[in-house]
């Protein structure tokens, strides 16, 4: 997380630098604004300025932020950039035909870790154009490339042959926009990937134990957009997010492939004998597309992922034989409140698990006999809700007490169920509902909130499915018998065959009704 955390400084100038826009706009402007973007995120700034003509080289750049927890600091330096005035009221910034990225990330009372990247691009333009308050920033490059030429770990320099990573891009064009408004920096970005592939390696010189991981991207889309506070520090994040940042991304793609192997070294073998020998495990993935978004905000988090045409293969290992797993579509949502102002938000959560296929090979394990239909299974989850934040997630000291286990991070008000679908089997179970929480009453559902509302629950096909798993050896009579009779007592037959109903209901009082009838 550490070397993560220091790569986000070249996360930050690279969206800039190489972020793809009609007045006039000089070399200085444009520096000034990308200095005053890196200074107001909390970056310091250290660079040698050589103003020539109509351009200015920048060398040395380098930036430098502090690492939040338990200290240090990391610094990214960048090769030269030139900002050459066009004489058309543009500004071309000239990147080299490989440009260095050099990170160091040095932790409180730990060993330096160091970084050293590559760039390298063909046909790579980048104009700057607009105004000083509204500059936009084009860039197109036929291919480019990003390769790990160097990494020192614990002191130590570890070789390509033990850590390699190396990412290609072909066609590449992106569109940035720039303003200055009423004290907020705003930024917005698009930009198109053609094919996008990567290929990395790691191996444990001391076990023999190693990993590689190789795939591609085709036809890669990225939007994003963010408001900054001109006077907010990036060093104090809940100031930040409290003056107004706002920041959102989406990224899509129109189809992936990937292939994964791991060899785990040789066990010892009992004392006197050799040991075994190392295993390999290896797997595929592939998609026919894919999404995912996020928003960063004062008022709340917002992350949804999806795949479609998804498939996962893998053999070896511990596994006693080949497996596979194809979903026609794979998703998730989480939408969460962060403002810890007393007042009740909107939450959801959401999980889509569609045309769900296991391989035979794994059916076989505990149905070889093929007793239960093998059909594509779903299951669907969408859940709103109201909560309060009782934690300021940005607060460090706050935090502290949340992971002391002092408090809970919020309190649920109300909860509803706006669809659950669960198909598989052979049996289906489908249902809506709704409840409020009343958090000052903790003794009627022992030390839980009281809740107050209901669900309606529909099940197709259970009985057919009791039936199976007793002819399957999965259950005795006895226990079939027991979960018919729960059935009864909680469900009304429907009007299809072999189908059920079930109103649960919890009044102001905390009793609790099945179909009318009170049950506690």
């Keep these: 997380m550490r070397v993560l955390t220091g790569l986000l400084g070249a996360g930050a100038t690279a969206l800039c630098l190489a972020a793809p826009a009609a007045a006039d706009v000089t070399p200085d402007q444009v520096w000034t604004d990308l200095r005053s973007y890196l200074e107001t995120l909390g970056y310091e700034v250290e660079v040698e300025e050589t103003a020539s003509g109509g351009s200015l080289t920048l060398s040395g750049l380098s930036v430098t932020s502090d690492l939040p927890e338990e200290g240090g600091t990391s610094e990214v330096t960048l090769g030269t950039l030139i900002l050459e005035d066009r004489g058309d ?20 009372g730990e060993q330096p870790v160091e970084i050293g990247l590559h760039y390298t691009s063909q046909g790579g333009e980048m104009i700057v154009s607009g105004t000083p308050e509204d500059m936009r920033y084009s860039y197109s490059a036929a291919s480019a490339a990003l390769d790990l030429v160097r990494l020192v770990a614990e002191g130590r320099e570890v070789p390509r042959s033990e850590a390699s990573a190396r990412i290609e891009m072909g066609q590449t064009d992106s569109e940035t926009r720039v303003t200055t408004a009423d004290g907020m920096r705003g930024y917005s970005q698009s930009s198109s990937i053609e094919d996008l592939a990567y290929d990395i390696t790691l191996t444990d ?37 409290g003056a107004g940042f706002v920041s959102e991304l989406a990224f899509r793609h129109e189809g992936s492939e990937g292939t994964f192997s791991f060899t785990e070294p040789a066990a010892p073998g009992p004392e006197g004998t050799a040991p075994g020998a190392p295993q390999t495990s290896s797997g595929t993935s592939s998609s026919t597309g894919g999404t ?67 391989s035979d090979e794994i059916w076989g394990v505990f149905d070889p006999a093929a007793v239960l239909p093998r059909d594509p299974a779903t299951l669907q989850i969408d859940l709103a809700g109201k909560v309060t934040p009782l934690v300021n997630v940005f607060d460090p000291e706050e935090m502290a007490t949340l992971e002391a ?17 669960l198909d598989a089997a052979g049996a289906r179970v489908t249902g809506e509902g709704a409840f409020t929480f009343d958090n000052t009453d ?34 005795t009579n006895e226990d079939a018998m027991g979960a018919r009779m729960m059935m009864s007592m909680f469900g009304v037959a429907g009007s299809e065959p ?23």
Excluded: K
Aim: charged share 20%.
């Design 89 to 108: 009221g543009t500004v071309e910034v000239i990147l080299p035909e490989m440009l260095p990225i050099d990170t160091i990330v040095r932790p409180t």
């Design 205 to 241: 010189p001391e076990t023999g134990g190693s990993g590689a991981f190789s795939g591609r991207f085709v036809d890669v889309t990225t939007t994003s957009g963010s408001e900054v506070p001109e006077e907010a520090s990036g060093e104090d994040i809940a100031a930040l997010v």
């Design 292 to 358: 995912l978004s996020g928003a960063l905000s004062d008022s709340g988090f917002r992350l949804e992922t999806s795949g479609t045409g998804v498939a996962y293969a893998m053999t070896g290992g511990d596994l006693p034989f080949p497996i596979s797993v194809s979903a026609e579509e794979m998703g998730f949502s989480l939408d969460l409140p962060l403002a810890a102002d007393g007042r009740s938000q909107d939450m959801a959560l959401g999980l889509t698990l569609d045309g769900l296929t296991l």
């Design 405 to 421: 286990g002092d408090q809970p991070p919020a309190q649920l008000d109300a909860l509803t169920l706006r669809n659950l679908t």
């Design 442 to 475: 903790l003794q009627s559902f022992d030390g839980m909130p009281r809740p107050e509302g209901q669900v309606e629950l529909r099940v197709q096909g259970a009985n057919a499915l009791l039936d199976r798993l007793i002819e399957m050896g999965l259950m």
């Design 498 to 520: 072999d189908s059920l109903s079930s109103r649960i209901e919890v009044n102001g009082q905390g009793q609790v009704f099945a179909n009318g009838q009170r049950i506690r």
